[in-house]
């Protein structure tokens, strides 16, 4: 082992967590180094976590590739293009996806050589004192010392017993990134984000795509008038959602010279089966901490596996922070982008903090799905009085335009102080409109603030106005 190395910060993992913290922190001129296990499909490291490898970045190059393809023969007729025989390759699709997630992997290394961010690639375990070793992929072992240590180990998909992924047969997000042809059937467990994400994809390039929910409700945790259209939306385009339907069985077969899954499970009707082609396992996160902690550190994990922390990221540990997917709070990148900033802001003595409560979701499916902020149902629960303005797509002109008049804008404020408290959204492009509410939201706007700023015309944000004016019963394009 070589001599111990001393930085003011240590950063264990760099994805969208762990490169913010690390980058930030070296910007604000504490000596910093990142580690990272990771290694890209060249077998050689790669940078940027699970959303620049595995996640959303790839996700959202296979979504476009396949709503392109989708919409030559679903939306080019009526604008009056015809093509003829359009075939999708997919291993071009596969390729055009990881050469955008090499451009951005080996982009992260550029920012953390420009920042003077010194990276080590190798499996970092936390010892006690704040000495981070690590094995690194020659097999030699480093040993760092943090005057501060961050940890944003991320997250691990979830494999169910019965269902063990194989990495071809049954797969997480890792393997249904890869398909090498369109499967005739795939079966998706979980009709959660990345069920649907990556279901539509397969789904639009000619798969018959069944998602096989447990719960009895769909997208619970949507804004429960969104999840209803967006599942209008999906049955039109032939997504098979069967909701209560739980799996409880998935044998991998032998057909000749192929395999399929033959799955068993049961619904409000008693046992049912089906055989597919593919399974995707999507039935969420776990954090990853496995390996992560040696005895003694002090840092202890909650009863779901995530590090334990205050709502400024500190684990009680003296010098041990924890950001992103391995700890309480939503499991999305830009969550732990906010998260690892404002770690690094408070280890250089500013003023460092996230608002959960703002924190923006999206589903990148066709129609999009955003919101941030309560939904009607949470606000009942809690017994806070408030109203509602909601405005449809199909009056908006850009979106008929467009011809994409599916969904609508719903707009929730206090019913006493017009405070906004929850924008939700379904339709074309609503990944970049719900910022709308994100801001109103951070600047505690009102919905009449919404409705007096003036919206260019013709676009899609027109609808968040009217919504907006709706909550008071006067938007101009529709009845009140
Ligand atoms: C298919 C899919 C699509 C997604 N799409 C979106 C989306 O559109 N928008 C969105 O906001 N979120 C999306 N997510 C979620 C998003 O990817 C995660 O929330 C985000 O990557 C979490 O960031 P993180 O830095 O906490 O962890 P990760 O991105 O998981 O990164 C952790 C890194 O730490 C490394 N590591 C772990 N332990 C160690 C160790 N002991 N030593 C060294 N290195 C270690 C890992 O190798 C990894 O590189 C998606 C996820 C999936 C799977």
């Known amino acids: 082992m070589s001599e111990q190395q001393n930085f003011d910060v240590v950063v264990i993992g760099a994805g969208p967590a762990g490169y913010h913290a690390a980058i930030r922190a070296a910007q604000l001129g504490l000596k910093t180094a990142c580690i990272d296990a990771a290694l890209g499909k060249d077998g050689k490291p790669a940078l940027g976590g699970t959303c620049l490898r595995v996640g959303c970045i790839p996700s959202k190059a296979l979504l476009d590739s396949s709503r392109q393809f989708w919409n030559m023969g679903h939306l080019f007729g009526d604008h009056g293009i015809s093509f003829k025989d359009a075939k999708m390759d997919v291993g071009q699709m596969v390729g055009r996806k990881d050469k955008i997630v090499k451009q951005f992997t080996g982009g992260i290394a550029m920012l953390f050589k420009a920042n003077k961010v010194s990276p080590f690639y190798g499996f970092g375990t936390l010892h006690k004192g704040n000495v981070v070793k690590v094995k690194q992929h020659d097999g030699s072992e480093v040993e760092l010392k943090g005057t501060n240590v961050v940890i944003a180990a991320g997250s691990d998909s979830i494999e169910l017993p019965f269902a063990k992924f194989d990495g071809d047969t049954v797969v997480d997000n890792v393997g249904a990134l890869d398909f090498t042809e369109v499967p005739k059937r795939l079966g ?54 069967k909701l209560g339907a739980k799996v409880s069985k998935a044998e991998v077969k032998s057909k000749g010279k192929s395999k399929e899954v033959h799955l068993t499970y049961s619904d409000k009707d008693g046992e049912q089966s089906m055989v597919v082609d593919k399974l995707l396992v999507a039935v969420g996160r776990k954090a990853a901490s496995k390996g992560l902690l040696a005895d003694g550190t002090g840092v202890k994990l909650d009863d779901r596996g995530r590090i334990e922390v205050d709502e400024h990221c500190h684990t009680g540990v003296d010098g041990v922070w924890a950001v992103g997917d391995c700890v309480r709070g939503p499991m999305l990148a ?108 951070e600047f505690k706007g009102s919905a009449d603030d919404l409705a007096r700023i003036c919206h260019a015309h013709p676009t899609l944000s027109e609808a968040i106005h009217d919504a907006a004016m709706a909550v008071d019963k006067r938007a101009i394009h529709k009845a009140n």
């Open 188 to 241: 998706v467990i979980g009709a959660g984000v990345i069920g649907l994400e990556l279901g539509s994809v397969w789904k639009r390039l000619g798969a018959e795509v069944t998602i096989l929910e447990a719960m009895p409700e769909f997208l619970a945790t949507a804004d429960a008038e969104v999840a209803k259209t967006a599942a209008k939306e999906f049955k039109k385009q032939g997504l098979d959602i």
């Open 334 to 441: 830009h969550k732990g982008f906010e998260e690892g900033i404002a770690v690094a802001e408070l280890i250089a003595g500013l003023p460092g903090h996230v608002n959960l409560d703002t924190v923006p979701w999206v589903i990148y499916t066709e129609p999009e799905i955003a919101w941030v902020g309560q939904t009607e149902q949470q606000l009942k629960e809690e017994g806070t009085p408030y109203k509602t303005g909601s405005f449809p797509f199909a009056a908006i002109g850009r979106a008929v335009a467009m011809g994409e008049p599916a969904g609508f804008v719903k707009v929730i404020a206090h019913a006493e102080t017009d405070r906004v408290l929850g924008l939700h959204l379904v339709g074309v492009g609503v990944s970049e409109l719900v910022h709308e509410g994100v801001l109103t939201m």
